[in-house]
């Protein structure tokens, strides 16, 4: 178990001075810095980015987008472009393809040709139109290698990776996403390298490309990319859970520090998940045990947050966030008490 203070990025990074720390650094996402909410609803704001290990939870949370836009394609004419390299008959629009995660729907155009699609490593060539401006992927012909590159760490990178590990070769598509707005993007898969499955990988390369993926995911929340940051810790985390029980260690740092994310991006039923995980590990993780009660506090459920704010500070009285939020937390459940017995006062009275 980790001693504190402790870094959420590792037990041996080296801390820094209180008053040198940014107010937002994976240091202070712990016993000595508040954080606050700004939606109590997750489904307000979804990470995504498929980089959850909650399928479940993505799936419900994307549910009537996905609905929606199965609609849309319905009532869509048939338009297609050109093949750009030799492909079979074009496909009728019914033609759909869910992602797993619902966070897109495909409409197959062209079919591609052979079985194969694109693995970790595989190299391709894609022309690619229709993405926004600012979504780090440039129009028309680009190369992407799948699991590699910065062009993974936004969200539209996110979800064309998918994408093509859902296309074969030749493959002419349209993706549509919930609440965007616009025409559909437009992806073609002209070709790809050979790559490989991660069950393919043995354990040592699985986990250099776990640290490899947390360090990046380091880099970008001490920037401030806190999406891009929960997308790198996901996909460390998948690689690891893929390894025999009861896994690295690293596991347990990964889920705390995708929790800080997740509480940034305003997601606390998410992070409670997260900080979950954690805590099966490590009973506890007084990181894990502050952000839950954060979490919880952000979903109304207080008498939980309490809990957790209190075996915080049975461990680490002089903890001054916790302090503070149990504060908070006690004060939010007299106002509802005062409410809950004016409101009976009224309905007998």
Not at 181 to 197: H, K, N, Q, V, Y
Request: aromatic letters at 4%; a negative charge; charged letters at 25%.
């Amino acid at each position: 178990m980790e001693t504190l203070p402790v870094s959420p990025v590792g037990e041996k990074d080296t801390p820094q001075p209180q008053q040198q720390r940014g107010k937002y650094s994976l240091e202070n996402l712990d016993s000595t810095t508040q954080i606050r909410q700004q939606s109590q609803d997750p489904s307000n704001k979804v990470l995504d980015l498929g980089m959850s290990l909650d399928r479940d939870n993505q799936i419900l949370e994307t549910t009537q987008g996905t609905e929606k836009l199965v609609a849309e394609h319905e009532g869509d004419s048939d338009k297609s472009h050109g093949p750009t390299s030799e492909m079979p008959e074009a496909l009728p629009a019914s033609d759909l393809w869910y992602c797993p995660d619902g966070s897109f729907v495909k409409k197959i155009i062209i079919r591609g040709h052979g079985l194969d699609k694109p693995k970790l490593g595989s190299r391709c060539r894609v022309l690619a139109f229709g993405f926004s401006l600012g979504s780090g992927l440039p129009e028309g012909w680009t190369e992407l290698t799948v699991g590699v590159g910065p062009w993974r760490e936004e969200t539209w990178g996110e979800l064309v990776e998918k994408c093509l590990e859902s296309m074969c070769q030749g493959e002419e598509a349209e993706l549509q996403f919930p609440g965007h707005s616009g025409p559909p993007i437009r992806l073609t898969l002209a070709s790809f390298t050979e790559g490989r499955d991660s069950w393919e990988l043995e354990t040592r390369e699985k986990e250099a490309l776990a640290t490899e993926e947390r360090a990046r995911g380091t880099e970008l929340f001490r920037a401030g990319n806190h999406e891009g940051a929960a997308r790198c810790y996901g996909r460390a985390l998948r690689l690891l859970l893929t390894l025999p029980p009861p896994g690295p260690p690293e596991r347990t740092v990964l889920h705390a520090n995708l929790a800080a994310c997740q509480l940034l991006l305003g997601q606390p039923r998410l992070a409670a998940q997260s900080c979950d995980r954690v805590l099966e590990r490590e009973p506890g993780h007084l990181k894990a045990l502050y952000r839950r009660g954060v979490a919880q506090a952000a979903l109304g459920n207080l008498e939980k947050a309490t809990t957790d704010f209190r075996r915080v500070l049975a461990r680490d009285p002089q903890n001054r966030a916790a302090q503070e939020e149990l504060r908070k937390v006690i004060i939010q459940g007299k106002k509802q008490d005062a409410g809950l017995a004016q409101g009976l006062r009224k309905m007998f009275g």
